[in-house]
């Protein structure tokens, strides 16, 4: 499946345990690019645990690694249950890494709420700013993620100042390095380094999410923001201050199933 070209290989695991698919050996064969099927990442389907949930995802970055979420790999599994008849597309629930979240279908796009935000660092001046770099900001969205805003997205360096970013040691457990900017005809731009495939990858969910809230708190955006990724594809994100402190979200976009079949263990 693809989300706005963040792409995923879905393994159904909800009525026999795909334990063959869950070793980071076979995940980074299967995620391979040429010798694999070639992936970002890959997702097993399962039956929840919690009885707040319709159905349960568990995802692995392109490396093995296990995240506790991947906002395209969500909506692609929001597509998915629908598609499969596994939801009511109107109104469901998906059981992640970070905990129940509401999801739904809408004007036949999957948008699904995320977890509360609370660790927002608008200033990150842990981090020296490079040439060119305007702002740098910190969000936890799911995963950690750090937001540099830049005049212009297509001159960034995002695979050698986004893997410096990624690796810096005043992020102990790394971060996504995103880079945001208004482009040419006035609409927002991102690109995304993203931890785990350890490459620029052509959208990233949890990252459009981390900088739509960061553009919000500088003044740049408002409620409702829509954000093109690499692939040209767009991203939209709601965000609203909650009353007890932190921030809500709801992210929207494609998931878009771009073949099924049979895979033979590589």
């Known amino acids: 499946m693809s989300g706005s070209g963040n792409d995923f290989v ?17 995940i980074e064969r299967i995620c391979a690019r040429g010798t694999g099927v070639g992936a970002d990442g890959l997702v097993i389907l399962t039956t929840p645990q919690s009885s707040d949930a319709d159905l349960a995802l568990t995802y692995y970055n392109a490396d093995g690694s296990l995240a506790d979420l991947c906002g395209n790999a969500t909506l692609c ?14 109104g469901f629930a998906l059981e992640t890494g970070t905990g129940v979240l509401r999801a739904r279908m809408r004007a036949g796009l999957p948008e699904f709420d995320f977890p509360e ?12 700013r490079a ?7 910190f969000a936890t969205a799911g995963i950690p993620h750090v937001v540099i805003r830049v005049p212009d997205v297509t001159a960034c360096d995002v695979a050698g100042r986004g893997r410096a970013v990624r690796y810096h040691g005043a992020l102990p457990q790394g971060a996504n390095a995103n880079f945001v900017a208004r482009g040419a005809d006035g609409s927002w731009r991102i690109r995304t380094y993203e931890r785990g495939v350890e490459a620029e990858t052509l959208a990233c969910g949890t990252g459009s999410v981390a900088s739509a809230l960061m553009l919000r708190i500088w003044g740049e955006a408002g409620e409702d923001i829509e954000l093109k990724t ?10 609203s201050p909650l009353a007890g402190g932190g921030w809500s979200a709801s992210l929207r976009g494609e998931g878009r199933l771009v073949f099924d079949g049979i895979l033979g263990l590589l």
């Open 117 to 128: 935000i609370h660790e927002v660092v608008p200033s990150l001046d842990a981090i020296e």
């Open 131 to 137: 040439a060119g770099e305007e702002r740098l900001g």
């Open 230 to 239: 690499a692939s040209g594809r767009t991203l939209g994100i709601r965000t």
């Open 77 to 90: 599994t929001a597509s998915l249950a629908a598609r499969l008849g596994a939801v009511d597309p109107s």
């Open 10 to 26: 879905f393994i159904d695991g909800r009525t026999e345990r795909a334990t063959e698919f869950e070793s980071a050996g076979v």
